[in-house]
T-cell receptor, first 112, second 110 residues
Framework: DVKVTQSSRYLVKRTGEKVFLECVQD?????MFWYRQDPGLGLRLIYF???????EKGDIPEGYSVSREKKERFSLILESASTNQTSMYLC???????????FGPGTRLTVT | KQEVTQIPAALSVPEGENLVLNCSFT??????LQWFRQDPGKGLTSLLL?????REQTSGRLNASLDKSSGRSTLYIAASQPGDSATYLC?????????FGAGTRLTVKP
């Protein structure tokens, strides 16, 4: 079974802090994704990566950056957290055989 | 730009009833369609994946169909149970671009 893990289930940070969200997958998938999910707005893609050190902007990349130094790990970075980044953050991975996405349990981030 | 719509937004049924959730998409040039289940405060769990060349997939009490030409998919749940209560999302993908519907919130009453 594919397993996607995220470093924290709940996180509370203060405005202006630098925040790191970590995601690890164990299926040697090439592609990894970061989404945020908000009531009424659904899932929106922040960034995705199709290979180590490769990244592409999604629909809402502003205020975020990402890092993929190893194939199994994809990090989302909030350079200076703001209250409008309070959200549920979901990581996913996808192999190129079936293009099926597998999601982690999510991180509920609150910025105060 | 691909748009995915799910109807209804919410559905409440008594236990034991068979039900159908609907998903429609505007661009038929998709690679696959995936149905997910999401429990409150949790991540998405993949239920069924239908490749663009397939018409349906089944897993236990779940059956998903795909009609690419009309831009529609349905998720059929047989003999619903209270444990089926969750939000169900469909998503269509083309290469690395996956688009999600807003979901149908299902409540199955004992």
């Amino acid at each position: 079974d594919v397993k996607v893990t995220q470093s924290s289930r709940y996180l509370v940070k203060r405005t202006g802090e630098k925040v790191f969200l970590e995601c690890v997958q164990d299926m040697d998938h090439e592609n990894m994704f970061w989404y945020r999910q908000d009531p009424g707005l659904g899932l929106r893609l922040i960034y995705f990566s199709y290979d180590v050190k490769m990244k592409e902007k999604g629909d809402i990349p502003e205020g975020y950056s990402v890092s993929r130094e190893k194939k199994e790990r994809f990090s989302l970075i909030l350079e200076s957290a703001s209250t409008n980044q309070t959200s549920m953050y979901l990581c996913a991975s996808m192999g190129l055989l079936t293009y099926e996405q597998y999601f982690g349990p999510g991180t509920r981030l609150t910025v105060t | 730009k691909q748009e995915v719509t799910q109807i209804p937004a919410a559905l409440s049924v008594p236990e034991g009833e068979n039900l159908v959730l609907n998903c429609s998409f505007t661009d038929s040039a998709i690679y696959n369609l995936q149905w997910f289940r999401q429990d409150p405060g949790k991540g998405l769990t993949s239920l069924l994946l239908i490749q663009s060349s397939q018409r349906e997939q089944t897993s236990g009490r779940l059956n998903a169909s795909l009609d690419k030409s009309s831009g529609r998919s349905t998720l059929y749940i047989a003999a619903s149970q209270p444990g089926d209560s969750a939000t169900y999302l469909c998503a269509v993908s083309r290469n690395n671009d996956m688009r999600f519907g807003a979901g149908t919130r299902l409540t199955v009453k004992p």
